[in-house]
């Protein structure tokens, strides 16, 4: 037995019970289509736009170095309060600082936002003068822009972890304790496009290195080489 569209109202046709299904069918398939596609464009569009911002910080630290013998900004390791951090000293060398500070894909961004701070982490290794016993830095000290062995290999600026916390010295890494995965998911987010993962990976993430240039590193890639014994973020280890 079939069913027939009956007239109704001004004479026109309602749809079959069958025909219903099959519209609510075609529907449901197209949002299990579409919601991932768009997804995945929008965290594209993010990736590209936390690139940008990567690479302008970049060239401002490089007009910086220029201006101070060669020399990284501070960070909140050694300059008292927030405002006198690496992402302010840089500030006149970038368009908007606020346009470019915060990750789109920081889920924290407004946040960080509001209390002056940055979704990018400077390596501790470039901001943080090592030291002897006596107050001198020592020669694998990599705080020159100028002094660094290999800039296409050493890596600069990272985004911040979720986990780190909003203070005024979440400005950079602690990098000189990356002897498991755990200290690194602790200072940098590695999985930040592509996976929501507490444990750090599957998914990628954008980092700045010496000569300017960014690169989009898989967080597996960087766990190898950190089980390896190889901490990513020493310039002395290439």
Known sequence: MTLLRKPYAAGIAAFTLIELLTVIAVIGVL?????????????SAQKAKCASNLRQIGQAISLFAMNNKGYFPLSTHTVRNVEESWIYTIAPYLGEVDEVRICPADPQGAERLERNLTSYVLNEFVVVPNMDPFGQMRTDSYTNLWRLHNPARTMVAFI??????????SDHTHSRGWGNWNRVI????PNRFGSESSDGLGGSSNVLFADGHVDTIEAEALRQKVLSGNNPADPASF
């Open 186 to 189: 602790a200072d940098i987010q």
């Open 31 to 43: 949002t299990a289509i579409l919601i991932p596609a768009i997804g995945a464009t929008r965290q």
């Open 160 to 169: 911040a972890s979720d986990s780190m916390a909003l203070g005024d010295h």
